[in-house]
């Protein structure tokens, strides 16, 4: 590009820095070196998959590359910096972190959605601005290029980067996630940052066996060869079940991407489903596929899936129900026949209750079976508790208890109309048949009364508190509760009264974006990686879906179509809103011009945007979008 167009990059402000010893960075001191900005937020499911893809990269480039994690937080608690702190220490994150909780360092890179990445050359000028996930081979192929450009011109210096490791305090667990209950009265914890499973005795305190080594991988094996990769839900299998197919426990093996068994009686574990690969939301649409079906003939374990964060077995459905947190899916395993299902949500991430085929999720993350055979289930994204009927042995309706959408949270009781959670991950079904919810990033366990209709608070002051379980074996029944920040678990009576909380509604702190209103034009771009091209095969290989929250907004314009440009109409006296876009592309590897080769690679990008807007005058009546944009 011409000298005149280059762009250089903004001053990167926030409120301090983790993983640097206490240096504050600029770009003078990251001069020389090939940066990638991850704009990120702990929450987001998406930017945890970025996380895990830019671990190979950044092991491949250390003497030239930094990756510099701007945490911009879309919930309340994460503007803590402690809470901060805990995730980078819990995820793993090896570079620096910027904290940026007013989004000054968000607004200056007009970042718009989570991840967003954007690359910056060793002269400190913009080269990539990219949204979403799966940018990391062309990221490759970009960095190749520039270490290239700038050891030739003398620009580019080899070396250590900023990155300090910080201490680390360890203990039996670390941010453990789930939990189940075993029948001789043990627990067994999915030991989430050290990658195992521990069992615990009654008492919560002693460790009577450990499965898995500790090593982040897929390795099968005995307790002391497998590896696991952030495991989370956990699910008994029926006395009946296990007697078929060897095994007593499925768990969720999250950043593996996969469904494990485990035989208690050695610790002996299996690889059930899941090839290891993720699944790329709606990867076969541009084939003309069904990106929901699964063919049921398949080897469970060549099917790819994307994060699966909780399972339980559902007596009504006789099959496992999954969150498939990274499609924003539920999934159904059947152990005794391998067979994988889709069997709600159509992979958009949202609140869209009914039918189950046509029904949104967002990052589903906690699941429980009532005694009527009612699956509920914590979304997380969303704030909200939903409920899924089981009917004839098939999940049949989706409801919303408590939440209003990806934007929407707080912490207050009432009935569905006021109800607020804040990002909950677990839930439990109490003695009399009401919902207990982790409600996580408050800090808190809520319970929910179907019958009322009325949620309240049992307890609070706990540190993102991850799953619950009910123990009814007492006198008094107790919930366990597992207090991911604070490494254990612990017990809490159920209360006779509940506590009654009010701390308001919240809305996301972003900015919102001015338009002109009235008739606009969406412009989505996209430029296929270095070696790759559209995959123009089965017609346009772009589409873009849009709608507008509240939906009476949106005249003309709205659902999907192909392309990445698109005129919209909002209804006259539309003052404000939220803007849903979500931009797909599929490109292989081939040389634009060429022949896609026989057996090519093939990538699907893909971008769900929230923007929330306000109509202004004077505003533009354009809005630019980078599903993968280029400077250089």
Excluded at 199 to 214: E, K, P
Excluded at 608 to 623: M, Q, R
């Amino acid at each position: 590009m011409s000298a005149q167009s280059r762009v250089r990059a903004s001053a990167l402000t926030g409120r301090s820095w983790l993983n640097t010893g206490g240096e504050q960075l600029d770009w003078q001191k990251l001069r020389g070196k090939i940066v990638i900005l991850d704009f990120w937020s702990f929450c987001c499911i998406n930017c945890l998959h970025v996380l895990d893809e830019l671990r190979p990269l950044e092991e491949r480039f250390s003497d030239v590359l930094v990756t510099v994690g701007v945490h911009s937080p879309k919930f309340e608690h994460e503007a803590d910096p402690e809470a901060l702190a805990s995730a980078v220490d819990r995820y793993e994150i090896h570079h620096p972190v910027l904290d940026d909780p007013e989004l000054g360092t968000w607004d200056a890179y007009t970042a718009r959605a989570w991840p967003t990445l954007v690359v910056v050359d060793p002269e400190g000028y913009i080269v990539a601005h990219l949204s979403g996930e799966g940018h990391v081979q062309g990221i490759v192929s970009l960095v190749e290029q520039l270490v290239e450009q700038h050891e030739a011109a003398g620009t580019l210096h080899r070396g250590d980067g900023p990155y300090v490791p910080p201490e680390i305090t360890d203990g039996d667990l670390r941010f453990p996630e789930k939990a189940v209950a075993l029948e001789d009265g043990s627990v067994l914890v999915a030991d989430t940052g050290h990658h195992r499973l521990v069992r615990m005795a009654a008492d919560l305190q002693t460790v009577r066996s450990v499965i898995g080594d500790g090593t982040r991988g897929p390795a099968d094996g005995g307790p002391e060869e497998a590896h696991f990769n952030e495991p989370r839900g956990l699910a008994l299998l029926p006395q009946g079940v296990r007697e078929q197919v060897g095994y007593d426990v499925i768990v969720a093996d999250t950043v593996n991407h996969r469904l494990r068994g485990v035989r208690l009686s050695d610790g002996e574990v299996t690889t059930l489903a899941g090839s290891g690969v993720q699944r790329l939301l709606d990867s076969e649409r541009a084939k003309g596929v069904d990106a929901d079906h699964i063919d049921p003939e398949a080897d469970p374990r060549d099917v790819a899936l994307s994060s699966p964060w909780d399972t339980v077995w559902s007596t009504a459905a006789d099959t496992l129900v999954v969150a498939m947190s990274g499609t924003h899916q539920i999934f159904t395993f059947d152990p005794r026949t391998g067979e994988l299902a889709v069997a709600a949500g159509t992979g958009d991430e949202g609140l869209v209750d009914g039918d189950p085929s046509q029904s949104w999720f967002a990052q589903t993350s906690g699941l429980v079976e009532a005694p009527d055979g009612t699956i509920w289930a914590a979304d997380s994204e969303s704030s909200a508790l939903r409920s899924i009927a089981v009917a004839d042995g098939a999940l049949s309706g989706v409801a919303t208890a408590a939440g209003l959408g990806l934007y929407d949270f707080g912490f207050r009781d009432g009935d569905s109309t006021q109800a607020r959670l804040q990002h909950p991950l677990g839930v439990a079904v109490l003695p009399d048949g009401s919902i207990a919810v982790a409600d996580t990033y408050n800090g808190a366990i809520r319970r929910w009364d179907p019958v009322e209709g009325q949620l309240s608070t049992l307890e609070r002051d706990f540190d993102e508190p991850s799953d619950l379980l009910v123990d009814a074996s007492g006198e008094t029944p107790e919930l366990i509760v597992v207090e991911t920040n604070r490494h254990r678990l612990v017990r809490l009576p159920v209360p006779e009264k509940l506590l009654q909380v009010d701390e308001g509604a919240s809305v996301s702190q972003r900015s919102r974006t001015p338009i002109a209103g009235g008739t606009m034009t969406i412009d989505v771009r996209f430029a296929a990686p270095s070696g790759q091209k559209l995959d123009d095969r089965w017609g346009d290989p772009t589409q873009l879906k849009l709608s507008v929250s509240p939906a009476e907004a949106l005249v003309d314009g709205g659902g999907a179509a192909q392309g990445l440009k698109r005129e919209i109409t909002l209804a006259d006296g539309v003052t404000e809103g939220v803007l849903h876009i979500t931009a797909r592309a599929a490109a292989c590897d081939g040389e634009p011009g060429g022949e896609i080769p026989d057996h090519a690679a093939c990538h699907l990008y893909q971008q769900d945007w929230g923007i929330p807007f306000t109509v202004a005058e004077g505003a533009e009546d354009s809005l630019v979008l980078d599903l993968r944009g280029l400077n250089a």
